[in-house]
């Protein structure tokens, strides 16, 4: 399989393409997600793999929480807040997507969820408005990562969580400069989670779980589809795959 992936006028014009491509739809089995998924429990399909990332995010979330008001960032096609609202029944669920195509998708094909189209870098709503933010797969592609968990951290309330997975790349020549923000390349964990700290955040968890995710991933491609140069040019491009757990402070 061939998947398109030729420039267009920018992100968000690459992005749907890739995600809204009919060839992208038939290599996640027609799910709505679109993440490496998690293959600890040995999925059969990569569909299935993504459920189990969304769930590995919500078993993240601390139990004394009780979330009411929930966001999902960079909510791509809709499935995942989906999920999370299936997973938190008594919560206001609110997904946000830089692409205007992507939310157009969700709001059809998902009910009872507030799509919107935003920047993850600039999100408008009020200072502590959610108990709980959730962002799958997607922080390294914001311009920056800083400025999201700047953003992340005033929208909180006092108490509450940010769960999110981020990809640490070696460097841009495999994904391209397009995908990934100049000042996004952090190649150090440490210096990494400093930037949580600085935003002020505690940090309860920063997870490598690279074997879980991409291994899994990459040998699914092989394996199931045949697709040896993307398994490889991607895998070796990757530094460290994240599972963060964050918490504002009282």
Not at 124 to 132: A, C, E, M, T, Y
Not at 197 to 211: H, M, R, S
């Amino acid at each position: 399989m061939e998947i398109n992936m030729q420039p267009t006028e920018g992100f968000v014009e690459m992005y749907d393409n890739m995600i809204l491509s009919p060839q992208m739809q038939d290599m996640y089995n027609g799910s709505g997600f679109y993440n490496v998924g998690d293959w600890g429990k040995a999925p059969s399909t990569l569909g299935a793999a993504c459920h189990e990332m969304v769930s590995r995010h919500i078993e993240q979330v601390d139990k004394q929480l009780h979330p009411k008001s929930i966001l999902d960032v960079a909510c791509g096609l809709g499935k995942t807040s989906s999920v999370i609202a299936e997973s938190f029944p008594g919560a206001s669920v609110t997904g946000i997507n830089i692409s205007s195509n992507q939310v157009q998708y969700a709001k059809e094909h998902h009910n009872g969820i507030d799509f919107l189209v935003m920047d993850a870098t600039d999100m408008q709503f009020p200072s502590g408005h959610f108990d709980l933010i959730i962002s799958i797969e997607a922080v390294f592609h914001f311009n920056t990562r800083k400025d999201f968990i700047h953003e992340a951290y005033r929208i909180l309330r006092p108490g509450g969580q940010l769960v999110f997975t981020d990809i640490l790349f070696h460097n841009t020549d495999w994904v391209g400069k397009w995908s990934v923000p100049s000042a996004n390349l952090v190649t150090d964990v440490e210096a990494y989670q400093q930037l949580f700290i600085d935003a002020g955040f505690q940090v309860t968890l920063c997870e490598d779980i690279t074997a879980l995710s991409v291994k899994g991933f990459c040998n699914h491609l092989r394996s199931a589809m045949g697709m040896h140069e993307l398994a490889n040019g991607f895998e070796n491009s990757i530094l460290a795959y994240l599972l963060v757990s964050l918490q504002k402070p009282y």
